[in-house]
């Protein structure tokens, strides 16, 4: 299935899946040259190589959400490649999750209210996903709201350095707090989303990635709001 959802996209590389040599608990796919993410970041000097691979993997991950509905869920570096022409290969497909059409406008619901800052809206939307009550206290709801800003940092600004700050760790520490007073009440398609952005953010960090990071977001969000809206929709997060 991945391999015919991005067959057209030149800057993604499926490997070919080999049925007659495969089983259910083995999968068989053609061999790819390359280098692994780890050798891609020991090697690699040049930052416009480096933000090249970012942005790919920042594509990929909003168009598997929002375009694709299916998420390759398994974020670690050896599920990865990186070819020779910079290109980007996608290993292991053992880790995979269709998502279902609800969740997917909560989350683009999400990531509008943060924009907008418009908290009580937010709350409402994770109240119906059981992530937030009323009952819970003033401490763990500003935990939640620290957590889903620290989440769209990179994505407000026109130009944004991931070098420059620990995102990764700012959010592991949020979400640990709110664990700690609340326990799990994340939906199950929101686990494996979360666990992908984790090993994304982590991802580039490593790499130090800079751009605009802003567009790409808006690309996917108003693409999906005017799907839902049967139509255009203004390019205002508002």
């Known amino acids: 299935r991945f391999r015919f959802l991005f067959k ?97 406008k909560i989350y683009s619901d999400l990531i509008k209210k943060t924009v907008n800052k418009d908290w009580t809206n937010l709350f409402e939307v994770l109240s119906s996903i059981g992530m937030v009550t009323e009952k819970d206290s003033d401490e763990t709801k500003g935990a939640i709201i620290k957590f889903f800003e620290t989440l769209l940092v990179p994505f407000e600004k026109d130009y944004y350095k991931y070098g420059e700050g620990q995102i990764q760790k700012t959010l592991l520490k949020d979400i640990n707090y709110y664990y700690s007073k609340v326990g799990i009440r994340i939906p199950k398609d929101f686990v494996y989303l979360d666990r992908v952005l984790a090993g994304l953010y982590h991802l580039l960090e490593r790499l130090n990635a800079e751009g605009n990071l802003k567009k790409i977001l808006e690309e996917y969000i108003f693409c999906i709001l005017a799907k839902r809206d049967g139509g255009m929709v203004s390019r205002d997060w508002s």
Do not use: W
């Open 8 to 104: 057209k996209d030149p800057r993604v590389i499926i490997p070919k899946y080999y049925q007659e040599l495969s089983s259910k608990t083995v999968l068989t796919m053609e061999y790819l040259d390359g280098m692994s993410i780890t050798e891609f970041l020991d090697f690699c000097k040049d930052q416009e190589k480096k933000n090249k691979i970012a942005f790919i993997f920042i594509d990929l991950f909003f168009k598997q959400i929002f375009k694709h509905r299916i998420l390759h869920a398994d974020p670690q570096f050896g599920n990865f490649k990186i070819t020779y022409d910079g290109r980007l290969v996608l290993l292991d497909f053992g880790c995979c999750k269709i998502l279902k059409k609800a969740y997917i």
